[in-house]
């Protein structure tokens, strides 16, 4: 009786996440503000804007939209590995990944979205490298190597822990 009693608990206990979804969703709705004071910054600006300005900018919209697609797998795949299934009904939009993204594939999803960022922004450094010190250049290049380092064992490990699973 009482361990069932806990285990009811433990299992509903699950439902604690739920809020910190509907946050990380409203953190989605700052990064669509900042995009769009991005696009009117461009408006006003487009004229007098020099093109390698445009570029940084551009890299850095591109930047919000990829972290907000990272915020999107995480919410939707979250809640429905870690809280309850997604109730959506026949006919309606639906997505193709939803519920085949285990926490597993997700982090790898994550390590690799990481890298990207990454990227773009070590992309950024360098197309302003006359206004950054040598030695900050340097560490962006090595913290981005250390995270591609990160998702390429975290894919390795991946396919090590789970290589009989998937055989079948």
Do not use: C
Not at 35 to 62: A, P
Not at 74 to 92: A, W
Not at 108 to 113: E, Q, T, V
């Amino acid at each position: 009786m009482i361990e069932r009693i806990l285990e009811r608990f433990l299992f509903a206990s699950r439902w604690i996440q739920a809020p910190l979804y509907v946050g990380l969703t409203l953190l989605l709705f700052a990064f669509l503000v900042k995009f769009g004071q991005e696009i009117l910054h461009v408006g006003v600006n487009i004229i007098d804007m020099k093109e390698q300005d445009l570029v940084l900018i551009s890299l850095s919209m591109i930047d919000l939209v990829l972290v907000a697609n990272l915020l999107v797998m995480v919410i939707i795949s979250g809640y429905e590995n870690f809280v309850s299934r997604l109730d959506i009904g026949e006919g309606e939009e639906t997505l193709t990944w939803v519920g085949k993204l285990d926490s597993s594939t997700l982090k790898l999803k994550l390590a690799a979205s990481i890298v990207a960022i990454s990227s773009i922004n070590l992309l950024k450094a360098f197309m302003n490298a006359s206004a950054i010190n040598d030695d900050k250049l340097l560490w962006l290049v090595i913290i981005h190597l250390t995270f591609v380092v990160s998702a390429v064992l975290m894919g390795y490990l991946d396919k090590i822990a789970f290589a009989a699973h998937r055989g079948h």
